[in-house]
């Protein structure tokens, strides 16, 4: 009842719950009515057992069917057969009413065969709930209950069977009979003792069972011994067995019943508890007790008896004792593997060398022949008694099972181990993961760390560089101002010399002022304030437009500019600034780099709805290795050493050219030149379908 | 070098900068005041220059392309025929680190861009009044 889906199911249970414990107490108090009945109709023998007996007998039979009906234990045999030899009583009870209505007692009689015949049936009973509670590691349970046997049966011997043997009243058809009711008794106290020996028994019902039993067993020596020695206490014997009765009707009732025949954990004081030590102590001492006190009353009891049963207990004994030292060294054996495992598991590393140890120290604890191993968890499970599978879980994802190959009886006895190995081996994974991601997130920081290290560097020398290029501007400018003012000793300046002066000082004035908007640039897209004002741009004017602008330069350089047009593309919707200034970047760049009488060439040219912008010079070119790089801000080529320059330009042309949803690609060979390549989508205005229809127009 | 100098009616200033504007500006302000000047586009030049013409003084920018203004210093230290010529070094490269390397490399002065072309001219003529 692990998982309650919903609060209406909920009801239902704790109504069902209800309505077991109140059919349950009802039951309980009409038996324990009849009980008090049958103890207060002691004058009137016949009411008393030809009716209250057998009803209440009836009643609790009936309890138990109910119970195997209403809980459906997994085996219902092992009630069943507890509640069919308790009918086979009653069956034994109702004939012996008819002898007591005709005021007859026979022996033996029809009702000794029925009698008789109920101690073999919850014989058997029982034995199905000690093989299905599976408690048979423990040869302890056997050699305990056996030796408990042995002074029951020397007890019954000397107390029972002897004194009916002795007894010449009696034909030999006769003894047997009166022999076989204590000989029922003894085999049901050694299956009963193995039952609470062997198993944890403190379940509610499995309780009510086993007093049942204990009660119906004293009822029947007590009725015994009466019977035996013709005293008294006939009564007191059949008040106990019908106690036994009720009790066992009741435990079959009460809503635990089905734990009979489950499997249980180990038996409460695994075989060493001080009671049970105690009462050890009494049954290997029970027989010289029995000779001293039939001594002391001057009889003379059997030698031959209290010897055999001293010698089997006592070679009982020896090998209990022998099995507890071999129980001792093994487990010391496993305590050491274990933690021997425990201490590889932290020394090692890899799942699969994990797995292996796992595999391994599981290995050593099974038998020979046996085999252990750590597989993946993708394959199903196979169920079979010879197979024992424990889930490795990881931070709740099942990622292997640990598998024994292995005999039932050995599963039984090492799988708490098993369990261990795999919950040290789900650890033992989960620190390997917990290692592997501070790894990872170690790995990552220093790369960081090398990155931030790298960009500072990289921002320092763009710091000088910039200084540098603010101040080539400014030297120009103050010292030709200078001279130009008067205030200079340089003497009478012509007007040719102050008009060259002047224009140097304006030329100086626009690459400062290049050089701050670019500087302005890398600021706005840093800090994500770099968006675009599209208009209807036509690219070739505006190429032709920004060609005509560097010429000036370019020719100083003595390097000329050619235009190309492919297929004019029409013009589209993008920002013009921009593009002039991608243009201006990329072909102040080539200028740059081109050497003296060489030419930069410019190409415009429409593939389908893209136009492509070629610069192309023949410069000193840039290594392959550091292509990749050349975008990047602040990056300068190891070629580009000899040139002046921010390393901002391609950034930013990287950027104007994204921004617009197109791209920029570079080839280059050294010693050859460079040609960087910007792809543009000339339908790429989206904001203006109205406008871009009369662009095409326009075409 | 003095034999060289000497001959000459007015000394002789080699100027190096990579950017033309500046140099042109080195160039006027000192011819103006009498000096003939020798100009390079970058060290290399400089050195040769340096080396076929024996120049009385340097006027050397730091940032140049090919060989820079502290490693043309240098070369012009240990060889034999221009290590006693007075250089100054120019630069837009302001730290005191800087400064440092560049007397290090051997340089005379110190010029720190933007300059006044009259100081720059008031100290190449301190350095070669005073020989």
């Not at chain 1, 692990?2 to 349950?24: C, D, F, I, K, Y």
């Not at chain 1, 750590?374 to 099972?401: K, L, N």
């Amino acid at each position: 009842m692990a998982v309650v889906p919903s609060s209406s199911a909920r009801e239902g249970v704790r109504a069902a719950h209800g309505g077991n414990t109140r059919l349950w107490w009802a039951v309980v108090g009409f038996l324990a009515a009849m009980w008090v009945l049958y103890g207060l109709l002691w004058p009137n023998q016949d009411i008393r057992n030809v009716i209250v007996y057998p009803v209440t007998e009836a009643c609790a039979v009936a309890a138990v069917v109910v119970g195997v009906l209403r809980y459906r234990p997994s085996a219902p045999a092992a009630w069943l057969l507890i509640a069919g030899g308790f009918a086979t009583y009653l069956v034994g009870d109702l004939i012996w009413a008819v002898y007591l209505v005709q005021d007859r007692s026979p022996f033996p009689s029809p009702a000794d065969v029925f009698y008789l015949a109920g101690y073999p049936v919850i014989v058997a009973g029982l034995a199905i709930a000690v093989r299905r509670r599976g408690a048979a590691v423990d040869a302890r349970a056997w050699l305990d209950s056996g030796m408990i046997a042995v002074v029951a049966a020397l007890l019954v011997w000397v107390y029972l069977a002897q004194p009916t043997i002795d007894d010449p009243s009696l034909s030999t058809f006769e003894k047997w009979v009166s022999i076989a009711y204590p000989v029922g008794d003894l085999l049901l106290l050694v299956v009963a003792a193995r039952f609470v020996m062997g198993s944890n028994w403190r379940v509610r019902s499995l309780e009510l069972l086993v007093l049942g039993l204990a009660l119906t067993l004293g009822g029947d020596v007590l009725f015994q011994l009466s019977v035996a020695d013709r005293a008294g206490a006939f009564f007191t014997g059949d008040w106990m067995l019908l106690t036994g009765v009720i009790f066992v009707g009741i435990a079959g009732l009460h809503e635990t019943m089905p734990a009979l025949t489950e499997e249980s954990s180990e038996p409460l004081d695994e075989g060493s508890g001080t009671l049970r030590i105690v009462l050890l102590a009494g049954v290997c001492l029970a027989p010289l007790a029995i000779l001293g006190i039939e001594h002391a009353r001057g009889n003379s009891p059997s030698i031959v008896g209290i010897v055999a049963s001293v010698m089997v207990i006592a070679l009982l004994a020896v090998v209990r004792a022998d099995v507890v030292a071999r129980r001792a060294l093994r487990d010391a054996r496993r305590e050491s593997a274990l933690s021997a495992y425990a201490g590889e598991l932290l020394r090692s590393a890899g799942d699969a060398e994990l797995f292996g140890l796992a595999a391994g120290t599981a290995s050593a604890l099974l038998d020979d022949g046996d085999t252990a191993i750590v597989r993946a968890s993708a394959t199903e499970p196979e169920a079979s008694a010879h197979t024992f599978t424990v889930p490795v879980v990881v931070r709740g994802e099942h990622v292997a099972d640990l598998v024994a190959h292995a005999s039932p009886l050995t599963i039984r006895r090492v799988r708490t181990s098993l369990a261990t190995i795999a919950s040290e081996l789900s650890m033992a994974l989960e620190r390997e993961r917990l290692l592997e991601a501070e790894r990872e997130a170690s790995a990552v920081l220093s790369e960081q760390n090398e990155r931030l290290l790298e960009l500072d560097r990289m921002k320092d020398q763009f710091v000088g560089t910039v200084t540098h290029e603010l101040r080539t501007p400014l030297t120009s400018m103050i010292g030709y101002l200078e001279m130009l003012t008067g205030e200079s000793d340089v003497g009478e300046l012509s007007a040719e010399e102050q008009q060259h002066f002047l224009e140097i000082v304006d030329r100086n004035c626009q690459r400062l002022n290049r050089l701050v908007d670019d500087i302005l640039t890398v600021a706005r897209i840093d800090s994500g304030r770099f968006s675009l004002e599209r208009t209807s741009v036509d690219l070739v004017s505006l190429a032709s437009e920004r060609i005509e602008s560097i010429r000036a330069a370019a020719e100083q350089k003595e390097v000329d500019i050619r235009l190309t047009i492919d297929q004019e593309p029409p013009p589209f919707y993008a920002d013009a600034m921009r593009l002039g200034q991608l243009l201006d970047n990329l072909l102040s760049n080539a200028v740059k780099f081109t050497p003296a009488g060489s030419v930069v060439r410019v190409t415009l040219a429409l593939r389908g709805d893209m136009v492509r912008v070629e610069v192309a010079d023949s410069g000193v070119g840039i290594p392959k290795d550091e292509l990749d790089k050349l975008f990047d801000r602040f990056f300068r080529a190891s070629t580009a050493a000899a040139v002046q320059g921010t390393g901002l330009g391609l950034s930013i042309a990287k950027s104007i050219v994204e921004a617009h949803g197109g791209a920029i690609s570079v080839e280059s060979e050294i010693g050859v030149g460079t040609t960087f390549s910007v792809d543009l989508r000339v339908d790429a205005s989206q904001e203006d379908p109205a406008e871009l229809g009369t662009a095409e127009a326009a075409r | 070098m003095s034999g060289a100098a000497s001959a000459r009616e007015q000394p002789l200033v080699l100027a190096a900068d990579d950017d033309e504007d500046i140099l042109d500006l080195v160039a006027f302000r000192l011819e103006r005041s009498g000096y003939t000047v020798l100009v390079a586009r970058d060290g290399e030049e400089a050195l040769k220059l340096a080396a076929k013409e024996l120049p009385d003084l340097a006027v050397l920018d730091v940032m140049m392309p090919k060989v820079d203004g502290f490693e043309v210093t240098r070369r012009l230290r240990a060889d034999e025929a221009t290590s006693r010529m007075p250089i100054i070094l120019l630069t837009a490269r302001s730290q005191d680190a800087d400064v440092q390397q560049g007397f290090d490399a051997g340089a005379d002065d110190y010029l720190r861009k933007p300059f006044s072309p009259d100081e720059l001219r008031a100290r190449v003529q301190a350095i070669l009044g005073r020989r």
